[in-house]
T-cell receptor, first 113, second 115 residues
Framework: GDSVTQMEGPVTLSEEAFLTINCTYT??????LFWYVQYPGEGLQLLLK?????DKGSNKGFEATYRKETTSFHLEKGSVQVSDSAVYFC????????????FGKGTRLSVIA | DAGVIQSPRHEVTEMGQEVTLRCKPI?????LFWYRQTMMRGLELLIY????????DSGMPEDRFSAKMPNASFSTLKIQPSEPRDSAVYFC?????????????FGSGTRLTVV
């Protein structure tokens, strides 16, 4: 079945450092791909998405590009802030359209001043 | 738009007691999902509904768990009897564009502690 694999955390960075969180997927066809973010004490929020190959999703300085050839959707940000400390989840939407999103296990990011 | 509303935010109960968690999805959203999150197991999908009909409850851990959606604006997750291992944060999420849509909106969760 469909699956998502994220890099294990936690990831600890200094403020203004470059961030990459790796995400690869296994799916039939061409799923839609998503990044969700969970801030402390809150539910998950949609951060960005891409629905077809080579699409780039972006929001709040974060970017991710849908790479079909490497089945990847890595999350990047050029300069992280303390306020970016959160858990990040990669997810995919099956092309069948009748099953829920498949989430990765999440990657915890801590940004220190 | 008030978002997905869950109540209570925190619940502490004794083992063996019945617990009912409540969720009000966003108006117009036709799919609803119940998740459980723990440090050990991460985020688990328990059950989901489409147009108020339960579609898949295979994620419900035991018969002690049950969920209902009597109308488009309300859902409950009940645990009876509760056990300490049920302690977790329970999230409700809704989606306007169906089960496979990426536009899930999550509530703030109910933190359940069973002592």
């Amino acid at each position: 079945g469909d699956s998502v694999t994220q890099m294990e955390g936690p990831v600890t960075l200094s403020e203004e450092a470059f961030l990459t969180i790796n995400c690869t997927y296994t799916a039939t066809g061409y799923p839609s791909l998503f990044w969700y973010v969970q801030y402390p004490g809150e539910g998950l929020q949609l951060l960005l998405k891409a629905t077809k190959a080579d699409d780039k999703g972006s929001n709040k300085g974060f970017e991710a590009t849908y790479r079909k050839e490497t089945t990847s959707f890595h999350l990047e940000k050029g300069s992280v802030q303390v306020s970016d400390s959160a858990v990040y989840f990669c997810a995919l939407s099956s092309t069948s359209g009748n099953t829920p999103l498949v989430f990765g296990k999440g990657t915890r990011l801590s940004v220190i001043a | 738009d008030a978002g997905v509303i869950q109540s209570p935010r925190h619940e502490v109960t004794e083992m063996g007691q019945e617990v009912t968690l409540r969720c009000k999805p966003i108006s117009g959203h036709n799919s609803l999902f119940w998740y459980r999150q723990t440090m050990m197991r991460g985020l688990e999908l328990l059950i989901y509904f489409n147009n108020n009909v339960p579609i898949d409850d295979s994620g419900m851990p035991e018969d002690r768990f049950s969920a209902k959606m009597p109308n488009a604006s309300f859902s409950t997750l009940k645990i009876q009897p509760s056990e300490p291992r049920d302690s977790a944060v329970y999230f409700c999420a809704s989606s306007r564009q169906g089960i496979a849509s990426g536009g899930y909106t999550f509530g703030s969760g109910t933190r359940l502690t069973v002592v």
